[in-house]
């Protein structure tokens, strides 16, 4: 299936279950798994996981730009917090809608706040919250210093904290930054040379679920777990599972 059609399948099953009546927060986050999963396929990228998938509480994981998006969503249903800006890309950000993202104005400190609270509102729900904590994507260079604000949720109620890694390689040995979409890239000539890219495939590792006492505590931990993730060599591929 070309990308077009896995597009255009993905949209009219959401349009297919939406006639029907409201859609649920659960129900959003299982149609954008399936809906990653469709176009990951369609985009020919191959991921290996490593570790436990989370079900539930936060994830928070190293960012290398979009495509991290689409291959968390094709892991597991999750619940993403997104910049505000991605509501205007194209496909993703009407993607992200659909499947229940919570929008963040990084200007903006009601936003933070607002967002906060409905990270806590969505940990009773059987579907982890995912957000990158360093606030901006990378060249994969290094992890930067995990901001500590939307840890806060998940301290109150106690709910597990999972840190995650990803990574990119391609086959033809392909540097991981020239994969990385972060800084000024404009986003359609990276998407086509993604596109373009042999043997594109991504690696994500979970650490174990944890619980903190403070969101700096959690932050500090987590980006330490990541950076231990990170820092390793990839698993053998023998040893994971396939998405």
């Avoid at 579907?127 to 606030?135: K, R």
């Amino acid at each position: 299936m070309t990308l077009g059609a896995a597009l255009t399948v993905c949209f009219l099953h959401y349009w297919a279950i939406r006639i029907r009546g409201p859609i649920s927060l659960d129900r959003r986050a299982l149609w954008l798994h399936a809906a990653c999963r469709r176009v990951m396929v369609a985009m020919g990228i191959r991921c290996t996981v490593v570790g436990m998938v989370p079900r539930r509480g936060v994830v928070v994981s190293n960012h290398l730009g979009y495509i991290d998006i689409l291959i968390y969503g094709a892991v597991m249903p999750c619940f993403f917090v997104s910049k505000v800006e991605v509501r205007r890309w194209p496909y993703f950000g009407g993607a992200a809608q659909a499947g229940g993202a919570l929008f963040l104005d990084r200007a903006s400190r009601s936003s933070g706040t607002i967002v906060a609270r409905q990270i806590g509102e969505r940990l009773s729900l059987p579907v982890p919250v995912l957000f990158f904590p360093e606030g901006t994507s990378t060249d994969g260079s290094e992890v930067r210093r995990f901001h500590t604000w939307l840890f806060e949720p998940a301290i109150n109620p106690g709910s597990p904290v999972t840190a995650a890694a990803i990574r990119y390689s391609a086959k033809d040995g392909t540097p991981e930054r020239e994969l990385c979409w972060f800084g000024e890239m404009a986003f359609v000539p990276h998407l086509w040379k993604v596109l373009g890219s042999s043997g594109f495939s991504a690696h994500v590792q979970f650490a174990e679920p944890h619980h903190y006492a403070s969101r700096r505590e959690a932050a500090e931990a987590a980006c330490a777990q990541v950076e231990e993730m990170r820092s390793a060599a990839v698993p053998n591929p023998s040893l994971s599972s396939g998405v």
